[in-house]
């Protein structure tokens, strides 16, 4: 199952309109959009971290992230993709996590440059990144690791004001057998030189003010929406919590809702199946 779900993505990736993957971190909202009909979920390192209530610096252990990619995973039949964040460390580091990864039944990792822990431009910091020659190497051990070839190994590279040599370390990385690549960039001439250059299927967050057929037509082929399922339920939760407040009771503000009937269905199934 998990080889098949590993195939679909690849056959997604491949050609045609821009597939989208929007973020989850728990079954029932993984769960929600499979229902709605979308091709892939994206497991993001950042919405976990903001879930257990940390900063996105690496908090969160390796452990704790295969073991929230080991529910999502086996609880879809569509492909899962996992945030590899820098491999937890070297060689062997990378190494263990692919594989536990793979054991998890995600169809992809994405594997990123920074330096352990992680200091994101996000949070206000400079983004160091390793040498090249330790993130080519992160690479090579995560697609030696692998035991089935389907799972993509997906190549980031962080580096900021060296386009030239982010192109340099993403080249090397495809043709150290990388299957797709991460744009980090939203800029249309640097998108476009990268998959010219890279001749590889390139994934990214689909940024505010783009609209995935605009991202499509600069080049990538999936766009992931980490934070949006989880920003979007926080609107909601907030008119939920005024109307409990004003009334003292959320039922007639969730009746009133469209699709309300719906998700009280969804919620309710959810797991019955199994009983």
């Known amino acids: 199952m998990p080889t098949k779900k590993r195939?679909?993505?690849?056959?997604?990736?491949s050609g045609g309109d821009i597939a989208i993957a929007p973020g989850a971190a728990d079954v029932l909202t993984a769960r929600f959009i499979e229902s709605q009909g979308f091709a892939a979920v994206y497991m993001s390192g950042s919405l976990q971290h903001k879930l257990a209530g940390y900063p996105d610096v690496n908090v969160?252990?390796?452990t704790e992230m295969v073991e929230t990619a080991t529910r999502i995973a086996s609880a879809?039949?569509?492909p899962a993709i996992a945030d590899g964040e820098t491999g937890f460390g070297f060689g062997i580091n990378v190494k263990r996590m692919v594989r536990d990864y793979e054991r998890a039944g995600v169809a992809a990792?994405?594997?990123e440059d920074s330096t352990v822990p992680k200091r994101p431009a996000l949070l206000g910091f400079d983004s160091p990144t390793v040498t090249r020659a330790e993130f080519i190497d992160k690479i090579k051990c995560a697609l030696d690791a692998r035991r089935d070839a389907s799972m993509a190994i997906i190549a980031r590279s962080e580096l900021k004001g060296h386009f030239g040599e982010?192109?340099?370390r993403l080249?090397?990385?495809v043709e150290a057998g990388a299957d797709m690549f991460w744009f980090s960039t939203t800029d249309e001439t640097e998108m476009k030189t990268l998959c010219d250059r890279l001749k590889r299927p390139g994934m990214g967050v689909l940024a505010g003010g783009l609209g995935a057929a605009e991202y499509g037509?600069?080049?990538a082929r999936l766009g992931v929406?980490?934070?949006?399922?989880?920003q979007a339920a926080l609107v909601a939760q907030k008119a939920m919590l005024a109307a409990l407040k004003e009334t003292g009771s959320p039922d007639a503000w969730l009746a009133a809702q469209p699709g309300g009937k719906e998700a009280q269905a969804f919620y309710g199934k959810l797991g019955m199946d199994d009983l």
């Open 7 to 13: 195939e679909a993505l690849r056959k997604l990736v």
């Open 60 to 62: 969160l252990t390796m």
């Open 76 to 78: 879809l039949a569509i």
């Open 109 to 111: 990792i994405h594997i």
């Open 166 to 168: 982010k192109c340099d």
């Open 171 to 173: 080249q090397e990385a």
């Open 217 to 219: 037509r600069r080049g």
């Open 225 to 230: 929406l980490p934070a949006a399922m989880t």
